[in-house]
């Protein structure tokens, strides 16, 4: 799930390594396996949506006990937002930090970095590892260790009200200026607005900016991007579909402003993933789930691109109870966890094998999004990357809602990125 990535800086002491104490999470000392029976504690950080997806994983969770019946799961939702700084400032102390937590996979790398997971190598975390999707598997890697276990991979489409959009006599958007001409149809003929887009999380800028053909940098070359002409113009489009009103935005709340409007009928698109079809299904509008339908973000003048996203399950390494971490970890990731996940939140495996799942293979949801996924953009696996955006979002907000041009904000933000990243040109 991603509602927003955490804006909050970087920590001051980037490469400190991780304090000698360990996790208080009540791990029991370890836990014991002197008699090959797992035992103990396992505290578990999920960072998904409250409400909807935290019911099925607290549930799943807690079932790892029929496993492991000496084992205890101590299961605590923390808000996404603030989850990889509450990760952080918990390692470094050396206090109140997870065995287990949900990484967003730009989160790995970075925590890896600091010295604050477990390699997983030669752990059962990592069972049966040749079976997950290849670019799961890349956000896990760090200096030639795997310090996560991919838990759900996602990217991002158009979810649309079939309703209105028969209501209004529009076909699926297929490119940015069918968008426009889509929205303004929608206004004149049903008097809602077109498209919401979110605009407090500059996630939900990336589509745009690959659709351009920018990025935000190379990382191959070490080279800024954000800020070349591709980068501009990403910027100049988000901006003329607030100004051409066939979007409207926001400064603040977007996740919760976006999701009342779409599932309210208010408006008629969003650019969501699938972590939040569990929720859009809650709304009044698509009670009738044949209601909601899911196409490809429309494609710029470089052609069509979503981010690559998801989340792995990375095990602290001040951790008290390693072996029985490493278990929950591989549990949570299995073939038979995730088809049950996948059944019931139409979230997408990381393993091939989940895909011919019956309930898996005639999920619509799933089917849609899987070639997508396949198709989308992987960010760079670098530390830093998950602090590319607080910059980003300051800049992308600016340029929604008039603050500051196009130009201006593409250039602030590859400044910050260079003081970011060091010796990058």
Known sequence: MRRGIATTALVAALGVTLAACGSDSGSNGGGSKSSGELS?????????????????????????????????VKYVNVPFGEAQNKFKNAAQSGSGAPDVIRSEVAWTPEFADLGYLAPLDGTPALKDADDFL????????????TYGVPQVIDSMGIFYNKKIFKEAGVEVPKTIDELKSVSAKIKQKTGKTGLYLRGDDAYWFLSFLYGEG???????????TVDNEAGVKGFKVVKDLVDS?????????????MQAAFKDGKVAMMINGPWAV??????????????????????GSAGQGAPQGGHNLAVYAGSKNLDASYAFAEYMTSVETQATVAKELSLLPTRESVYIKPDVATNE?????KPVVDKAVERPWIPETGSLFAPLVTEY?????????????????GDAYRKLLKDWK
């Open 397 to 413: 907000t600016k340029v929604l809602t008039g603050q500051t041009t196009p130009e201006k904000g593409a250039k602030t933000t």
């Open 278 to 299: 569990a929720d859009t299904y809650a709304g009044k509008e698509f009670a009738d789930k044949a209601n909601l339908g899911i196409a490809p973000v429309p494609a």
């Open 40 to 72: 103990g504690t396992v505290t578990w950080w999920d960072t998904s949506t409250v409400g909807s997806e935290d019911k099925v994983f607290k549930k799943v969770a807690e079932d790892f006990k029929k496993k492991h019946p000496k084992v205890t």
């Open 365 to 369: 949801m799933i089917t849609f999004f």
């Open 214 to 224: 920018g990025n935000l940098v190379d990382a191959e070359s070490k080279k800024i």
């Open 245 to 257: 009103k066939a979007a409207i935005t926001d400064a603040t709340n977007g996740w919760d402003n």
């Open 134 to 145: 290849k670019q799961a598997s890349a956000s896990t890697q760090y200096k030639g260790k």
